[in-house]
């Protein structure tokens, strides 16, 4: 990860190892979320009751936001052993079938990233999780035959960013859906908070709005934010995390009063001052920034989009009002716009 996406949702294989130590373990700690946390715990406690494992779980919503953690919860809450695993990672029915033939009872299978598991595993999925069996090939050819192997109990719970990539028959077999949503600022100043005692520095109630206002509605972020604040507090700084202290270090690491970084400013600036507010094509407005229209389409846009700074439109992209004033330009005028 590089300082220019201090502020991207998704994380790599060693932030997910630092944040292993600030992952709440049971829901009772789980900051936000209320009612999908709500819901799972009834969930939860019914399949305890009945001493069965729950019906199977689909956690969507963007990245960033909490379907890891409650994976893990929803393991630790049942007393259950976890298996993690990821679609990509499972690219042919075989693949499957060998983690699955090895589940014990009760155990929750974590499918991350659900969505790009390959058609073939998808199928076998269907049958493993409605009828607790995995067909097995044996041989080959015309000679081969299927044998059905019973499976014990157990829960898949499948994480995805996009829902509506899902097959019906898929998304049909999960008994509980829950949708995760942005968090607002007083939810991660909790979050601020709580991560903070856990690695053991005194957040101020100021630098902790201040941080929580930058971290795009994101615990993910806000947690990373906080650790560049403490480092810059121990090297720069007295070692105390105070709102001076966290303006500056996000200052360093260039995240402004929204949350922007600098792809995200150069988006701004590029409809703005140089193709007066759009419309411009997606490919010439990422050549204006240096970028690959991938990295303008997936990484800046969808939080320019949601904060009401850019437009997309079937001409292209246009920069809103809101861009403008964030950037201390002046809008044009109505008729110098093709809104007028």
């Avoid at 999908?36 to 009945?50: E, K, N, P």
């Avoid at 689909?58 to 990821?86: D, N």
């Avoid at 028959?169 to 856990?198: I, K, M, N």
């Avoid at 949350?259 to 411009?280: K, N, S």
Wanted: with cysteine.
């Amino acid at each position: 990860m590089t300082t220019e996406r201090l502020v991207q949702p998704g994380a790599d294989d060693l932030e997910r190892a630092a944040e292993a130590a600030l992952r709440p373990r049971r829901l009772e700690e789980f900051v936000g979320q209320r009612v999908v946390r709500d819901q799972l715990s009834l969930v939860l406690q019914a399949a305890l009751g009945r001493g069965r494992a729950p019906d199977h779980v689909l956690l969507s919503g963007p990245p960033g936001l909490g379907k890891t953690t409650l994976a893990m919860i929803i393991a630790a809450e049942l007393g259950a052993p976890l298996r993690l695993t990821s679609g990509p990672a499972i690219q042919h029915a075989g693949d499957l079938a060998a983690v699955l033939s090895s589940l014990e009872e009760g155990e929750v299978l974590f499918l991350d990233e659900i969505h790009r598991l390959a058609r073939p595993a998808e199928e076998l999925l269907y049958v493993a999780m409605e009828d607790f069996r995995v067909d097995v090939v044996v041989g080959k050819g015309a000679g081969a035959s299927a044998i059905p192997l019973a499976l014990p109990p157990f829960t898949v719970v499948g994480a995805t960013t996009r829902a509506g990539l899902l097959p019906a028959p898929l998304r049909d077999r999960f008994g509980f859906t829950g949708h995760l949503d942005f968090y607002d600022a007083e939810e991660l100043e909790r979050v601020l908070v709580r991560s903070a005692r856990l690695l053991g520095v005194e957040l101020h109630a100021d630098a902790a709005a201040e941080v929580a206002s930058r971290s795009r509605g994101t615990p993910r972020i806000a947690n990373r934010l906080l650790r560049r604040v403490r480092d810059w507090a121990q090297v720069r700084g007295d070692g105390r995390l105070d709102l001076a202290a966290a303006r500056a270090a996000l200052e360093v690491y260039e995240v402004d009063a929204l949350g922007l970084d600098r792809l995200d400013r150069a988006v701004l600036t590029a409809l703005c001052t140089r193709f007066g507010g759009g419309p411009v094509g997606l490919t010439t407005l990422a050549v204006a920034v240096g970028e690959e229209p991938e990295t303008v389409e997936t990484v800046a846009e969808p939080f320019l989009v949601r904060e009401g700074l850019v437009g997309r439109t079937p001409r292209g992209r246009v920069a809103m009002p809101g861009a403008w004033t964030h950037l201390g330009l002046t809008p044009p005028t109505p008729t110098d716009t093709l809104f007028g």
